[in-house]
């Protein structure tokens, strides 16, 4: 990996940042090789460590939504370090209330959504439109700790992110103009295509 992302990911960890874990970090690298994207959308930017990945592995110019003005600053920072910070733009806000108009008259052939858990159906149904024909929506963690497919007890704290994930997954499973694989790895990813 790339020395200064190898840095951000160990800081990262030292400071339980939340960023994507290495089973999934490999299939997303993957998906972004096969679909070599022109614009991606990525919902939950944190320090900017998987826009890093998707930049480094495309042309695409990205478009990535973070609510945390300190955690954007600082991926901001790792951009112009990695001389990809013009193809990247950070928007601050909550997704429920800006991610409509971040995306307004545009189309992405690759969106990753890795912003609060409990979101993926409302936040997958806004970018749906703007997804083009033959895109893939790339949803982080949709299998939570192995709680979503399993049929254990749920503690409470977690019933509502497993609840809206176990929806999320029935919605894009069940919709005729989408193909979803699930990769259980990890925490679990979905991949989904638009036909
Ligand atoms: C799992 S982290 C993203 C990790 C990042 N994609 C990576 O792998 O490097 C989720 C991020 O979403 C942000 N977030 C949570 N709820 C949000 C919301 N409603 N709108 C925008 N960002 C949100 C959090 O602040 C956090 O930084």
Same mark, same amino acid.
């Given at each position: 990996?790339?020395?200064?992302?190898?840095?951000? =990911?160990?800081?990262?960890?030292? @400071?339980?940042?939340?960023?994507?874990?290495?089973?999934?970090?490999?299939? =997303?690298?993957?998906?972004?090789?096969? #679909?070599?994207?022109?614009?991606?959308?990525?919902?939950?930017?944190?320090?900017?460590?998987?826009?890093?990945?998707?930049?480094?592995?495309?042309?695409?110019?990205? $478009?990535?939504?973070?609510?945390? $003005?300190? @955690? @954007?600053?600082?991926?901001?920072?790792?951009?112009? @370090?990695? &001389?990809?910070? $013009?193809?990247?733009?950070?928007? !601050?806000?909550?997704?429920?209330?800006?991610?409509?108009?971040?995306?307004?008259?545009? *189309?992405?052939?690759?969106?990753?959504?890795?912003?609060? +858990?409990?979101?993926?159906?409302?936040?997958?149904?806004? /970018?749906?439109?703007?997804?083009?024909? %033959?895109?893939?929506?790339?949803?982080? $963690?949709?299998?939570?700790?192995?709680?979503?497919? &399993?049929? *254990?007890?749920?503690?409470?704290?977690?019933?509502?992110? #497993?609840?809206? !994930?176990?929806?999320?997954?029935?919605?894009?499973?069940?919709?005729?103009?989408?193909? /979803?694989?699930?990769?259980?790895?990890?925490? %679990?990813?979905?991949?989904?295509? +638009?036909?």
């Amino acid at each position: 990996m790339n020395p200064i992302l190898s840095q951000v =990911l160990a800081s990262a960890r030292d @400071r339980h940042v939340p960023v994507i874990d290495d089973d999934s970090r490999e299939i =997303l690298i993957r998906a972004v090789e096969e #679909v070599k994207p022109r614009r991606i959308l990525e919902i939950g930017t944190a320090i900017g460590y998987s826009a890093s990945l998707m930049a480094l592995n495309s042309e695409a110019t990205i $478009d990535t939504v973070e609510m945390d $003005d300190t @955690r @954007r600053q600082e991926a901001i920072s790792l951009w112009k @370090r990695l &001389g990809i910070d $013009d193809r990247i733009h950070a928007y !601050l806000g909550n997704a429920d209330e800006i991610l409509e108009s971040v995306v307004e008259g545009k *189309e992405y052939d690759f969106i990753f959504i890795d912003g609060p +858990k409990s979101k993926y159906l409302s936040h997958f149904l806004i /970018c749906l439109p703007h997804l083009s024909a %033959g895109g893939v929506v790339f949803a982080d $963690d949709v299998l939570y700790f192995g709680m979503v497919e &399993g049929e *254990e007890f749920i503690p409470h704290k977690h019933r509502t992110i #497993v609840t809206n !994930l176990r929806q999320f997954l029935a919605t894009v499973q069940a919709d005729e103009r989408l193909e /979803c694989t699930i990769v259980r790895e990890g925490n %679990g990813v979905a991949i989904i295509r +638009k036909k």
